[in-house]
């Protein structure tokens, strides 16, 4: 079989979906590997390092998909709704697609690749246990964006991060707070720790709280009733919001008192919640900056914009929407890994074989034989009211 890797087009995207040190193994389980041209460039992969392990270059993308059996991306149509859409007329029936592809939040994507015979898998949803660990896409890029996160605040703070005993005197270290202490967070700590701040942190998972202090973070403790706060796949869970309303009353003091917040707090589908008000905004020192990692889902202060950089009474507000791109070349190897070791755990005797009774395959599979598979994304796809009528 043969597996296509097309260059990105969503917006600034410098990541590539398989790089030349995942081609051998590829190679060991009876796959050929086709990339159009160009497509590692912006990651710091040339042509020439894929043609060294074998790798064809194929300069038409038309004739990468009409070559290819599978097609793997970084991101996908509905994780690249505008650009990708222009791929549905390369993809013909009985393709496979691997990619990112946003299915709870853009579930009508799904449906157009299900109607062009494609058989789809979402790696985004890939479920939380120990076997698919090294296939989890989410955790890799959250790893990542974590870590830029803290760079990005650095660059753009006026302030240096680390205590410094000068003959000039004294530097006091910079406050930074994490909200959120999931993999994205608990990098973003341990990247501020490094590089000298003193860190606090909160998440609605008490749990936390021990992840959150060895790495050298003091954990701040919200006396709100958060209940059952972890859902079964160990992501916290979207609160109600009077919760969130209670939450920011309680965090405004610690917000005021950082120089830096990093906010992490997005949900698998729907809008961000709203952390960080314009008035705990307004209460941060001048100069204090704000990266929120949620501002593809609308961002969880109320001042961002998704995309951009904006100041906003004397606060720096860093909106990224896709941090992990920034640092290409390791969150392309990363991506590549996680692909290919799903890749190797579906293929038996060089061809993918579809289990629909394995965890990992269930729960990734979008799309097969020509309609959605996955039980989430077919129920938001059901007209409001639906339900009722089929009961009535």
Known sequence: MIIGVPKETFPEERRVALTP??????????????????????????DEAYRGQGVRIIAARSELFGLSDIIIQVRGLG????????????FRSGHVLVALLDPLSSPKAGKELAEAGVTAFALELMPRITRAQNMDVLSSMATISGYRAVL?????????????????????????????????GLQAIATARRLGAVVRAYDVRPAAKEQVESLGASFEV????????????GYAKAMDESFYRRQRQMMTAVVAESDVVITTAAVPAGKAPILVTDEMVAAM??????????AERGGNCQLTEPGKTVTRQGVTIIAPINA??????HA??????????????????????????????????LTHQGRIVHERVRELLKPAGAEERRVA
């Open 21 to 46: 040190d995942v081609i051998p193994a590829l190679g060991k389980l009876g796959f050929e590997v086709l990339i159009e041209a160009g497509s590692g460039l912006n990651a710091g992969l040339s």
């Open 79 to 90: 994780a690249n709704s505008d650009a990708g859409r222009a791929d549905l007329e390369l």
């Open 152 to 184: 990005l605040a650095a660059e753009a703070l006026p302030k240096m991060f680390p205590m410094m005993m000068t003959a000039a005197g004294t530097i006091t270290p910079a406050n930074v707070f994490v909200v959120g202490a999931g993999v994205a």
């Open 222 to 233: 919200l006396p709100l009733e958060t209940g059952d706060a972890e859902d079964a796949g």
């Open 285 to 294: 020192p001048s100069g204090s900056v704000i990266v929120d990692l949620a």
């Open 324 to 329: 992990a791109a920034g640092a290409p070349y």
């Open 332 to 365: 392309s190897r990363l991506y590549a890994k996680n692909c290919s070791n799903f890749i190797s755990h579906m293929t038996r005797d060089g061809r993918l074989e579809i289990d629909r009774e394995d965890p990992i395959v269930q729960e990734t599979l």
